[in-house]
């Protein structure tokens, strides 16, 4: 299986705050890398597909960028609602094992 | 929209089988293009990709838990249903069903889960 490994994996940020999640492959994947936003008791919701591309509806200021093994997901301003737990995950494999990372928790300085 | 909803027991005795069910509502079960994957989440810990089924009936399922997994599809009741054997206190986890979809850019398709049920809790013990 590709392992996927996030860092770090717990972030003290502010409101306004720029923040760079990074996430790294075990193999290439090229942009076969996906990002989701999981809030506390909720399901995971999908951000960013494909590396860069954001999902519909999901505010600007989330981009992500990458290729290869290694790949970041940023926050250009932090918004109240954006403290949550962050995963990658990889859809790269065939036939398809999907994986995910560990995650990363941001939390409220 | 497009809404899943996960039922079935919360609690499952060790050696025993664990049986949820997806409700999907909003769409049909049966559109191509889309498959319907469980997944699960450990306590406090990480996303597991169990497997996904289909709307022909195709299955395809992560090899740590295939001997042990079924997916199966009810098109006239709009459910997915999931059977895990042989449990253990290992298998205690949230349980999510989830669509997945190749999403497209100029380049590629990718899969993604973009549409998930909020979860149910199972719990494995005597």
């Known amino acids: 299986d590709i392992q996927m490994t996030q860092s770090p994996s717990s972030l003290s940020a502010s409101v306004g705050d720029r923040v760079t999640i990074t996430c790294r492959a075990s193999q290439s994947i090229s942009d076969y890398l996906n990002w989701y936003q999981q809030k506390t008791g909720k399901a995971p919701k999908l951000l960013i597909f494909?590396?860069?591309s954001l999902q519909s509806g999901v505010p600007s200021r989330f981009s992500g960028s990458g290729s290869g093994t290694d790949f970041s997901l940023t926050i250009s301003s932090l918004q109240p609602e954006d403290f949550a737990t962050y995963y990658c995950q990889q859809s790269y494999s065939n036939p398809p094992v999907y994986t995910f990372g560990q995650g990363t928790t941001l939390e409220i300085k | 929209q497009v809404q899943l909803q996960e039922s079935g027991p919360g609690l499952v005795k060790p050696s025993q089988t664990l049986s949820l069910t997806c409700t999907v509502s909003g769409g049909s079960i049966s559109s191509a293009g889309y498959y319907w994957s469980w997944i699960r989440q450990h306590p406090g810990k990480g996303l597991e990709w169990i497997g996904y089924i289909y709307f022909v009936g195709s299955t395809h399922y992560n090899p740590s838990l295939k001997s042990r997994t079924t997916i199966s599809l009810d098109t006239s009741k709009s459910q997915v249903s999931l059977k895990l054997t042989s449990v253990t206190a290992a298998d205690t986890a949230i349980y999510y069903c989830a669509r997945t979809v190749g999403l497209m850019t100029t380049m590629n398709a990718y899969d993604t889960f973009d549409i998930w049920g909020q979860g149910t809790k199972v719990t494995v013990s005597s």
């Open positions: 494909g590396a860069s």
